[in-house]
């Protein structure tokens, strides 16, 4: 850690220079401006004014990569927030048309993302999310609804032998991969550019590292809705082999799972710790019931048992998934004042 020596310039000013290296490495110079943050925990950031007005933008040079490779580029220069990324063939070849199917590819899948040129040589794309349009705790509330939706549908598939319900719930497995991405773009550049945590909802930078664990959870348990509803659409007669009263116990059971992950996310969001407290009490309840409702099965083909296994041990992974979520919730809400916690800070001298 570099250190430097405040000086004061006048009765009420104190001054410190700028280290040589960033100033040269950020183009600043004698008279211009910078824009300074000061946050809640006794930070001071200092931000160049390019960062606040420079639009990044990146190439993607396709030659080499293949139509999978070039795809996944485009999603990493998504979430590394550039705001316009060409796709360029190099050295005056024309694009493949694996290449341009890519392209388009990679646009259905990613939010505010279009495409604005197009050339036989070059295509470029750009994404016109605007950090302000979103905050980061209400797209976690939208992930975390949209998961539970799909799971209510492709056990609603299951118990009414419905395929359509199934279908729709794999459908919406697209818009929950769209927030989910979207959200890491936010997480990426509001850590480059500290002023637009506050853009999204956040008053430091601190809680990014959570949320980015607390998203990846939340697009785990919308793949395991997608995992039921693809047994419901594979299933003989789109059902499970099981009693009424059994279905029951499993409908009941995804209800107790629902509500563990949307209580997780509301501690996650409200920092409250008194939530993520009851998450883990809650998942006690539920952690053998799995076990209980296998146990209580009567004979049945392995094919069939093999089904409501894996239903089963989907919704017991979403549930662990949610305790996890709490556990981050726990260390979001400590890191604050409140009933349980007082925060100390080292005494000036």
């Not at 419905?162 to 719930?169: I, S, V």
């Not at 017991?316 to 996890?324: D, F, G, L, S």
Request: charged share 25%.
């Amino acid at each position: 850690m570099e250190t430097r020596k405040v000086q004061r310039l006048g009765p009420s000013t104190l001054a410190m220079t700028l280290p040589a290296e960033w100033t040269s490495n950020q183009g600043v110079e004698k008279g211009d401006e910078v824009s300074l943050r000061i946050g809640d925990k006794g930070t001071l950031t200092v931000l160049p004014e390019s960062v606040q007005s420079e639009e990044s933008e990146a190439i993607i040079h396709a030659a080499g990569l293949d139509a999978d490779s070039l795809e996944r580029a485009i999603v990493a220069q998504y979430v590394l927030g550039r705001r316009i990324i060409h796709v360029d063939a190099g050295d005056g070849a024309t694009l493949a048309s694996e290449h341009i199917n890519a392209v388009y590819n990679a646009e259905t899948q990613l939010m505010g993302l279009g495409v604005i040129e197009e050339t036989p040589e070059r295509i470029a794309i750009r994404c016109s999310v605007d950090p302000e349009d979103f905050t980061l705790d209400n797209l976690i509330e939208r992930l975390e609804s949209t998961g539970s939706t799909m799971r209510n549908e492709a056990i609603k598939a299951l118990a009414h032998g419905n395929p359509d319900l199934a279908q729709r719930a794999l459908n919406r497995e697209r818009q929950a991969n769209k927030i989910f991405v979207l959200m890491l773009r936010l997480i990426f550049t509001s850590y480059q550019n500290p002023n637009l945590a506050r853009a999204v909802g956040l008053d430091d930078g601190f809680p990014l590292i959570g949320y980015r664990s607390i998203a990846k959870n939340l697009e785990l348990t919308a793949d395991n809705a997608e995992d039921i509803a693809e047994i419901a659409l594979e299933a003989e007669d789109h059902s499970l082999k099981v009693d009424s009263s059994t279905m029951q116990r499993i409908r009941e059971f995804t209800d107790q799972v629902n509500e563990l992950t949307e209580q997780a996310a509301h501690a996650a969001v409200q920092r409250d710790y008194n939530d993520a407290i009851e998450v883990r009490q809650r998942y006690s309840e539920v952690e053998n019931r799995v076990r209980e409702i296998l146990d209580d099965l009567p004979e049945m083909a392995n094919t069939d048992l093999l089904e409501v296994r894996e239903v089963l041990v989907s919704l017991q992974q979403t549930a662990e998934y949610a305790v996890r979520n709490a556990e981050i919730a726990t260390n979001l809400a400590l890191n604050e004042e409140s009933e349980h916690t007082t925060i100390q800070t080292p005494a000036s001298e």
